[in-house]
């Protein structure tokens, strides 16, 4: 079955020092794969997406992804963490052929002082 | 341009009550969904609409109908409300189900709690 694992529920992060969230996909044909962030009681905002160009995504706030086929890999890093990326951020994956996306569970970054 | 809007931002139901909750969309998007969001589990799929007047279920749809009699607008409807069904509920819309165009929008979404 198709499935899409954030690896970590929650990650904290001092201000200043790198980000690294992790997520890994069931292997798959040509998936599109997105990272959206939820900012406590807001909706979901796209902050990048993989759709089959380079596989080192750049997206907004400085954020970045890098797709790695051979590891099903697609994590989220940031060199700096800022006080403002404090959020709830999903790995989406999207198979081509069909309609499915499929969340992952979420991980909630902490940003201390 | 607003994107996408729900209406309520909140709402309390007893068990049996119905509801609809309302999604709009000023962007022209063809596609439209309706998720919802339970701690430590993502988002889940519960119907979705390809165009006007077209419907399909998701992933849980169980207790839940849907309509898109307008294409800026998706209804959920719940017409008996059961305590499992205590949920943030958020609407989407995307242009597109191609693999290049199909980023989503999302809305604020409904916290709905049945008691």
């Known amino acids: 079955a198709q499935s899409v694992t954030q690896l970590d529920s929650h990650v904290s992060v001092s201000e200043g020092t790198p980000v690294l969230l992790r997520c890994n996909y069931s292997?798959?044909?040509?998936?599109?794969l997105f990272w959206y962030v939820q900012h406590p009681n807001k909706g979901l905002q796209l902050l990048l997406k993989?759709?089959?160009?380079?596989?080192l995504v750049k997206g907004i706030n400085g954020f970045e992804a890098e797709f790695k086929k051979s590891e099903t890999s697609f994590h989220l890093t940031k060199p700096s963490a800022h006080m403002s990326d404090a959020a709830e951020y999903f790995c989406?994956?999207?198979?081509?052929?069909?309609?499915?996306?499929?969340f992952g569970a979420g991980t909630r970054l902490f940003v201390k002082a | 341009n607003a994107g996408v809007t729900q209406t309520p931002k909140f709402r309390v139901l007893k068990t049996g009550q119905s509801m609809t909750l309302l999604c709009a969309q000023d962007m022209n998007h063809e596609y439209m969904y309706w998720y919802r969001q339970d701690p430590g589990m993502g988002l889940r799929l519960i119907h979705y609409?390809?165009?006007?007047?077209?419907?399909a279920k998701g992933e849980v749809p169980d207790g839940y109908n849907v309509s898109r009699l307008k294409k800026q607008n998706f209804l959920l409807g719940l017409e008996s409300a059961a305590p499992s069904q205590t949920s943030v509920y958020f609407c989407?819309?995307?242009?597109?189900?191609?693999?290049?165009?199909?980023?989503?929008?999302f809305g604020p979404g409904t916290r709905l709690t049945v008691t």
């Open positions: 292997s798959s044909y040509s998936p599109s």
């Open positions: 989407a819309s995307s242009a597109s189900n191609t693999r290049f165009s199909y980023e989503q929008y």
């Open positions: 609409s390809v165009g006007e007047g077209t419907t």
């Open positions: 993989y759709t089959s160009a380079a596989t």
């Open positions: 989406v994956v999207k198979w081509t052929g069909g309609f499915k996306t499929i």
